[in-house]
């Protein structure tokens, strides 16, 4: 297997991470380059905010951790046309101070970790100065 992986690349290895789980959140984490963003509220509410969000970039959620605030997508193609669908982006949202959150957005692609975080960042702040 160790082969094989490092003939095919990220996509075999991606791959089975997502039949196995998805990413995980010291996966997320370990990424570079990522994007980060603040935001004013709290995080709960932002990760809350943040699913639907992602819906509507029409991605799958492959994983939901309410507990950690971590999502993990992949399918962005449809929403940004020059990616991958096979493309997972890790998204975690972390307690910065009472009520602002750290955004965390990585993937292996840095094209799209910065638009899915850009994106996410003008929706959060849309819908949080409702």
């Keep these: 297997m160790t082969m094989l ?7 075999l290895r991606n791959w089975a991470k997502r039949e196995f789980g998805g990413l995980s959140e010291s996966d997320i984490l370990s990424i570079e380059p990522r994007s980060e ?11 809350e905010l943040s699913i639907p ?8 959620i492959i994983k939901n951790d309410p507990k950690k605030r ?3 997508a992949l399918g962005f193609d449809k929403h940004f046309p020059s990616c991958l669908n096979t493309t997972e982006v890790g998204i975690i949202i972390k307690e910065k101070a009472p009520g602002r959150s750290r ?16 994106e996410l960042s003008v ?8």
Excluded at 37 to 47: G, I, P, Q, T
Excluded at 123 to 130: A, F, G, M, V, Y
């Design 5 to 11: 992986l490092s003939v095919t690349g990220c996509g």
């Design 37 to 47: 963003e603040s935001v004013k509220a709290d995080a709960d509410r932002v990760y």
């Design 53 to 60: 969000i992602v819906d509507e970039m029409s991605a799958t």
């Design 70 to 72: 971590m999502i993990v």
């Design 103 to 118: 955004v965390i957005v990585t993937s292996e692609s840095s094209e799209l970790a910065i638009l899915v975080a850009s």
């Design 123 to 130: 929706k959060l702040e849309e819908r949080l100065n409702k």
